[in-house]
């Protein structure tokens, strides 16, 4: 049986299941394996696990541990019962559909630029702020226009482009992320800068560990995680660049519990901008595939982004992020009550858990549907759960 245990109740004998730490690129050659000895306890408590999962049928157990399934099914509940409480208040000026076409130049623009920016800050030349201004300004102007566009076509990455379409994802979910707070529009696109910025110290990082295919050595751990520090001076030279977007790159991190890096840095000790930075990063990196993982879905990131609030992250941050994206952000594939694939195409008026859907697929009989739009909010259908699109060979984003 699977069971959820704190890391200190951690014994050699037990097997581990899930170290729960998909949000970093951590040192461990495997995410399940037996616990030999106290030295592997004592490293996964000093890299910040608090939870993790065992297997209580390939090694020792823990009597009175929730099992996996119970509390999936309690945080099932907490994020339904925070999606029914939340309100939507505005609702987009622009429509997906037309939103889609101006995002997909602008994104692409913006991956060109942090591109050349990369390659610059790779070989030794500083950072042009005049260049990266006019970008996010394009990435804003899309999300105050319609949020949606932007942030469902940044979920579609080429692998070998990580590091450049991460960093523009960051951008675009801190730019919505900031305003949803209520910041101004020029706090709004520093943040953005600091979204584009945020993992700049990475080109100083030797390509061989940044691109590692396998789990880095202790040595290399470290070196990578001293992409923070590296950023943050590299920024701090560059003249004009906002305090914001420096925070975000110094800050982005360290953990709420004082179990990041580089300063171990606790609660409100990290600047605001910090602690939102540290979840749009998770949150986009959870949703990536990697050259050793595949992404999750979106709905999936988000719980375990609600699991990890109690310790790693602002909850309350949390949570405003979670009515933000939506529980089936745009883009997500969903099954229906009545048996039926469909995509989300809009995050719906009333709730966050009746969006508005365009049927995709026919399960029962097996047959590709004629696209219809459906109103969940009307009631005549209802979503069951999330599907991976991967699983039934489907491209959510050719439905948008
Ligand atoms: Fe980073």
Known sequence: MIKRIRSDQLLPGMYIHDLNCGWMDHPFAFNSFKVNDEKIIAKIIATGIRELYIDSQKGLDVDDAQTHDEFHADMHQQITTLAEKHEIKTLPPTQLKEEVVQARVVHSEAHNVVHHLMSDIRMGKQIELAKLSPVVENITDSIFRNKDAFISLSRIKQKDEYTFQHS??????????????????????????????????????????????????DAEF????????????????????????????????????????????????ISQFGQLAAIADVYDALTSDRVYHKGMEPTAALKKLFEWGKFHFNAELVEHFICLIGIYPVGTLVKLESGVLAVVV?????????????????????????PQEIDLAKKLDSIVQYESPRNWGIDPFKYL
């Not at 709004?188 to 945020?198: D, F, K, P, Q, T």
């Not at 508005?356 to 697929?361: C, D, E, H, I, N």
């Open 222 to 269: 470290l070196e990578m995680k001293s992409h923070a520090a590296l950023g943050r001076e590299l920024l701090e030279q560059i003249p004009g660049m906002p305090e914001t977007a420096i925070m975000i790159t110094g800050q982005h991190h360290e953990r709420y519990d004082g179990t990041g890096y580089p300063g171990k840095i606790q609660k409100d000790g």
């Open 346 to 370: 809009n995050p719906g008026n009333e709730s966050l858990l009746r969006p508005t859907v365009r049927t995709v697929f026919d399960i029962k009989q097996e047959l590709y549907v004629t």
């Open 168 to 217: 523009v994802s960051v951008c675009a979910l801190l730019v919505a992320f900031s305003r949803a707070m209520g910041y101004e529009k020029n706090v709004v696109m520093e943040a953005g800068i600091g979204g584009l910025l945020h993992d700049a110290g990475k080109m100083k990082v030797p390509d061989y560990i940044l691109n590692k295919p396998g789990p880095l050595t």
